[in-house]
């Protein structure tokens, strides 16, 4: 189990107690609601959550819920953050795909534990946004590319971790044959208007094992890249 984060280290200090105590009690309410890798949770705790929300937003940054970003797109609630690295089983040597950027804040938090990470985003003013933001914190191993996620990226498969950050309502087949074998992907499945379930594919010699798991919402999966912004 991780350490709770001391009051004063790395992002707090003496002035920013209020800060520290917003951030162990993240850690602790991820913890409470059931996420246990230890390694997930210290990716968590690592990434400033406060520097990937709007501005307006800065005070709930450690709150456990969605919170609007540009392009009418949201940053995804930290517990399914969470939930869905931990179904993915990243380790230190995976080449992993993100489908749907955002603000960059899940490909940053993927970044601490995989080898390296392609993020696709299909607005040209997010893509741009996350990628300044993941530069300026340092995370080197994280590409982002401006691009239809719906189409795959076949320029860097196969991928040993595929994972969709946008609501689905069928499974992208490009996405996966760009999965390697023994490789897993981590989608939200369904209908666009309503309430989706995280699904987890392994990719096996047999063929594609399936598991639904918890309810969720997200913003839409749409297809080719956004004309405007
Ligand atoms: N992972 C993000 C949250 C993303 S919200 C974060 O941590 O902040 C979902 C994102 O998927 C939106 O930014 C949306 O524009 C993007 N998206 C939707 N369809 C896409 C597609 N076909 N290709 C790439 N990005 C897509």
Redesign the pocket.
């Known amino acids: 189990m991780p350490s709770v984060p001391k009051a004063g280290a790395k992002h707090g200090g003496i002035g920013e107690s209020a800060d520290s105590v917003g951030r162990m009690e993240f850690l602790l309410t991820l913890r409470r609601r059931g996420i246990a890798d230890a390694a997930v949770l210290r990716a968590l705790d690592e990434v400033p959550r406060e520097e990937?929300v709007t501005p307006n937003y800065g005070d709930a940054a450690y709150a456990d819920q969605a919170l609007p970003?540009d392009?009418g797109?949201?940053?995804?609630q930290p517990y399914v953050?969470a939930y869905m690295t931990e179904q993915l089983e990243v380790g230190p040597e995976h080449h992993v795909l993100?489908?749907?950027?955002?603000?960059?804040?899940?490909?940053a938090v993927l970044s601490r534990l995989a080898r390296d990470v392609v993020s696709?985003?299909?607005?040209r003013t997010?893509a741009e946004a996350a990628r300044r933001r993941l530069e300026k914190l340092r995370y080197h191993n994280v590409t982002v590319v401006l691009?239809?996620?719906?189409a795959g990226l076949p320029a860097n498969a196969p991928y040993d971790r595929i994972i969709v950050?946008?609501a689905a309502e069928s499974i992208p087949q490009p996405l996966v044959d760009e999965l390697a074998e023994g490789g897993i992907m981590v989608l939200p499945l369904g209908p666009h208007d309503d309430a989706q379930r995280i699904v987890k594919l392994t990719k096996t010699a047999d063929g594609i094992e399936r598991e639904d798991l918890i309810w969720v919402r997200?913003?839409?999966?749409?297809?080719?890249q956004?004309r405007e912004l």
Not at 147 to 150: H, I, M, R, T, Y
């Open positions: 990937f970003i392009c797109q949201t940053i995804s953050v993100e489908v749907g950027t955002g603000s960059g804040y899940q490909a696709v985003e299909r607005y997010l691009g239809d996620g719906l950050t946008a997200f913003v839409p999966l749409l297809p080719g956004a």
